[in-house]
């Protein structure tokens, strides 16, 4: 280590005592619960009740003392502007969506702070802007585009929008012709991320709502003829009549052209365990909830995915193999048909076509697309990609063909027509990217974990010698969630700063199948912090960085990936950020998002899942006079899913648990009042959060441009 950086490692760690002296002072209020013979104390619970007066005003203090230490930090607005630089140097499209000869998509170009929804005639056609959600015509404020769905006839589209990121979504529906939207105002619509199913004569389609005091349970699936001032009929789910709904069952309805059934999909609280029931579509009209809805798939057949073809149901299943076959259920009864056996790919998802379906498989971490003939007798087929990479997107056009959005962690996206027998055909839907690029390469290698499970490592960096540079390690590990290559023009500037990227394919996540993901489901969610921590040693003894220049990173979920790993060894990272992050498993439940998110964490009723639910749960597991990295905990205000008490709480523990520490690093609580669970955020509060997390990282690191004035 050189003599300038042993210098500013000794302004860091002079300022870092100052700043963390200060903090806004915390009331300790404990409440002490008993779970299975054991006493728990939770000396912040005060702050569940967030309407408080006394909540709002701590949380205000917490947000600006940090906003006071990050402008402190002379690097940071340099930065900022470099990302903006990078996040305008392009069009950013997606959202693929054809109907009737036309695609609608999301796009963003250069300085604006929204994507806009877009439509074109063709792939290769005429384009206009159909909405700006900033102005909505007759909705007052700032909105977010939530889902989109055209009409089969590509008449109408209904939206979804929402404020400030909540996700609280109203339903509208626009005339495609004239841009204005009809009468339609449909509330409590946010649980419809996969758009409507539309009728096929365009008169009416199925949506899910939730009631007014619910956010994500006890929803049901009602129709809605088009223009109606009639109530809306309930078809399918909580409040039906003999039902025996669980109040986190999540139901859609979806009809097809192709058959005259109606397909009803429940999502039985997790991503995982489902089940499909089926019923003749003029029932389903005539008759609502009282049709014949008749169970074709239920969660012991491990579904993940299915669709409508004519009388039977094409669907994914993992019942037999954890890597996923494709089979087809006759809806009328009988034994399933393997159209796809499984193989050594795992496979994530397929799309719907003229008389095939387009599978997407996972293969050493890169996708593959096979076409699968739903004719009798014809084969499945490859087709070919330009690079190993990921589809993000894909959607069946006419003629046979499709469109996919293709990318790779070095390859911006890129938009493509794929026809069997055909090369890859290149389509401006998604302009070229005009980055270099060059200058970055990526490697994937297998890291041996705790318990001798393989653990895949992507590494991202830049382009030169072989030496310890500053590093963020980033993991998530939940719901069989699959962290794929993917390009982000932000890393382009870390990679400016001389930083890796890494990211740890962590056991909870599905790069491996579902078998990966139960290697850390519940009782075992451990395996997903040791992997992490087994992916950031690796890091340190390969040369790739040291504990003076590696931060971890999780959100979400994966606010359990690296609260653990802070937790457990705090030694490896100089610095962390837990984003809108599960921090509290024990109470997660009581939250309006924990009755769905049970089967993926457990509930503390059950005595094994509490025991293990309780030796990983970060805020519980905070150790007072550890020495902790550097932490900035963020949140959102209006967030729906992580509640902004959890990070909350968690950030004044770890602050408390440092507090008398002589040389304890910042812990410091980021809040950001326009925003949520970062879904439907704006480009410059997204970007703002990055500049201030990644300026929070290079100071930690002794980074000269970011250290504070003396």
């Given at each position: 280590m050189n003599r300038s950086t042993l210098l500013a490692l000794s302004l860091l760690a002079t300022a870092a005592q100052a700043l963390a002296s200060a903090y806004p002072e915390t009331p300790v209020k404990p409440v002490r619960d008993r779970y299975h013979g054991v006493t728990v104390t939770d000396p912040y619970r005060w702050m569940e009740d967030m309407a408080s007066p006394q909540f709002q005003a701590w949380l205000k203090a917490q947000s600006e003392f940090t906003a006071v230490g990050l402008k402190t930090l002379p690097g940071r607005q340099a930065l900022r502007e470099r990302l903006g630089q990078l996040a305008d140097a392009g069009v950013i499209t997606g959202g693929y969506t054809p109907s009737a000869g036309q695609v609608l998509y999301l796009k963003r170009e250069p300085g604006q702070n929204q994507r806009r929804l877009w439509l074109r005639q063709g792939v290769d056609g005429v384009e206009r802007q159909l909405l700006d959600p900033l102005a909505v015509p007759g909705m007052p404020g700032k909105h977010s585009i939530d889902f989109y769905s055209p009409s089969p006839d590509g008449k109408r589209v209904a939206l979804g929008l929402s404020a400030g990121g909540s996700e609280n979504s109203t339903l509208v529906v626009m005339d495609v012709a004239s841009g204005e939207l009809l009468s339609e105002r449909i509330a409590h619509a946010g649980l419809n991320q996969y758009g409507v199913s539309w009728l096929a004569d365009g008169s009416g389609f199925f949506y899910?709502?939730?009631?007014?005091?619910?956010?994500?349970?006890?929803?049901?699936?009602?129709?809605?003829?088009?223009?109606?001032?009639?109530?809306?009929?309930?078809?399918?789910?909580?409040?039906?009549?003999?039902?025996?709904?669980?109040?986190?069952?999540?139901?859609?309805?979806?009809?097809?052209?192709?058959?005259?059934?109606?397909?009803?999909?429940?999502?039985?609280?997790?991503?995982?365990?489902?089940?499909?029931?089926?019923?003749?579509?003029?029932?389903?009209?005539?008759?609502?909830?009282?049709?014949?809805?008749?169970?074709?798939?239920?969660?012991?057949?491990?579904?993940?995915?299915?669709?409508?073809?004519?009388?039977?149901?094409?669907?994914?299943?993992?019942?037999?193999?954890?890597?996923?076959?494709?089979?087809?259920?006759?809806?009328?009864?009988?034994?399933?048909?393997?159209?796809?056996?499984?193989?050594?790919?795992?496979?994530?998802?397929?799309?719907?076509?003229?008389?095939?379906?387009?599978?997407?498989?996972?293969?050493?971490?890169?996708?593959?697309?096979?076409?699968?003939?739903?004719?009798?007798?014809?084969?499945?087929?490859?087709?070919?990609?330009?690079?190993?990479?990921?589809?993000?997107?894909?959607?069946?056009?006419?003629?046979?063909?499709?469109?996919?959005?293709?990318?790779?962690?070095?390859?911006?996206?890129?938009?493509?027509?794929?026809?069997?027998?055909?090369?890859?055909?290149?389509?401006?839907?998604?302009?070229?990217?005009?980055?270099?690029?060059?200058?970055?390469?990526?490697?994937?290698?297998?890291?041996?974990?705790?318990?001798?499970?393989?653990?895949?490592?992507?590494?991202?960096?830049?382009?030169?010698?072989?030496?310890?540079?500053?590093?963020?390690?980033?993991?998530?590990?939940?719901?069989?969630?699959?962290?794929?290559?993917?390009?982000?023009?932000?890393?382009?500037?870390?990679?400016?700063?001389?930083?890796?990227?890494?990211?740890?394919?962590?056991?909870?996540?599905?790069?491996?199948?579902?078998a990966w993901h139960q290697g850390a489901h519940i009782v075992n969610k451990q395996n997903t912090v040791s992997d992490f921590i087994a992916c950031a040693q690796y890091l340190i003894d390969k040369g790739y960085t040291s504990p003076e220049l590696l931060a971890g990173t999780g959100g979400s979920a994966g606010g359990i990936t690296i609260g653990g790993a802070i937790n457990q060894a705090p030694q490896l990272f100089a610095a962390a950020q837990a984003a809108v992050g599960v921090s509290d498993m024990l109470r997660m439940e009581l939250t309006p998002n924990g009755a769905p998110n049970i089967a993926e964490f457990g509930t503390v009723k059950n005595?094994?899942?509490?025991?293990?639910?309780?030796?990983?749960?970060?805020?519980?597991?905070?150790?007072?006079?550890?020495?902790?990295?550097?932490?900035?905990?963020?949140?959102?205000?209006?967030?729906?899913?992580?509640?902004?008490?959890?990070?909350?709480?968690?950030?004044?523990?770890?602050?408390?648990?440092?507090?008398?520490?002589?040389?304890?690093?910042?812990?410091?609580?980021?809040?950001?009042?326009?925003?949520?669970?970062?879904?439907?955020?704006?480009?410059?509060?997204?970007?703002?959060?990055?500049?201030?997390?990644?300026?929070?990282?290079?100071?930690?690191?002794?980074?000269?441009?970011?250290?504070?004035?003396?």
């Open positions: 899910n709502r939730h009631p007014a005091e619910e956010r994500y349970n006890k929803s049901a699936v009602y129709f809605h003829r088009l223009g109606s001032t009639e109530a809306d009929r309930l078809v399918f789910g909580w409040g039906a009549p003999k039902s025996k709904w669980q109040i986190a069952d999540l139901p859609y309805v979806v009809v097809s052209k192709q058959s005259k059934w109606a397909l009803a999909e429940v999502l039985h609280g997790d991503a995982v365990d489902r089940s499909y029931y089926a019923a003749p579509l003029e029932a389903v009209l005539k008759d609502g909830a009282a049709a014949p809805w008749k169970r074709v798939i239920g969660p012991k057949d491990r579904v993940t995915k299915a669709a409508l073809d004519g009388d039977r149901l094409v669907a994914l299943s993992q019942a037999k193999d954890p890597r996923r076959e494709l089979l087809a259920y006759p809806v009328a009864g009988g034994a399933a048909q393997t159209l796809l056996p499984a193989s050594s790919q795992v496979l994530l998802e397929f799309d719907k076509g003229e008389g095939e379906l387009l599978v997407r498989g996972l293969d050493a971490g890169v996708s593959r697309l096979t076409r699968v003939p739903l004719k009798e007798g014809a084969q499945p087929e490859r087709l070919l990609l330009p690079f190993d990479g990921t589809v993000r997107e894909m959607a069946a056009l006419d003629g046979g063909e499709w469109l996919v959005r293709l990318e790779g962690w070095t390859q911006p996206a890129q938009t493509l027509v794929l026809k069997p027998g055909s090369m890859p055909r290149a389509v401006n839907l998604q302009p070229p990217s005009g980055l270099d690029v060059t200058g970055i390469s990526a490697e994937r290698v297998m890291v041996k974990s705790h318990d001798g499970v393989e653990v895949p490592l992507s590494i991202i960096s830049p382009k030169g010698a072989m030496v310890a540079r500053p590093t963020i390690l980033t993991g998530y590990g939940a719901y069989g969630i699959v962290m794929e290559p993917g390009f982000r023009a932000s890393r382009l500037a870390w990679a400016e700063q001389g930083g890796r990227f890494a990211v740890c394919h962590v056991r909870g996540g599905g790069e491996l199948g579902e005595p094994q899942h509490f025991k293990a639910m309780y030796a990983l749960s970060p805020y519980h597991r905070v150790k007072d006079g550890q020495a902790y990295p550097a932490v900035i905990v963020t949140t959102g205000a209006n967030d729906p899913r992580v509640d902004a008490w959890m990070p909350s709480k968690f950030a004044a523990r770890l602050q408390a648990a440092t507090a008398k520490n002589a040389n304890a690093k910042p812990v410091w609580l980021r809040v950001d009042y326009e925003a949520g669970h970062g879904m439907g955020s704006s480009i410059s509060s997204q970007l703002d959060e990055q500049a201030d997390v990644w300026s929070f990282f290079l100071w930690q690191f002794g980074h000269p441009a970011y250290q504070p004035a003396k």
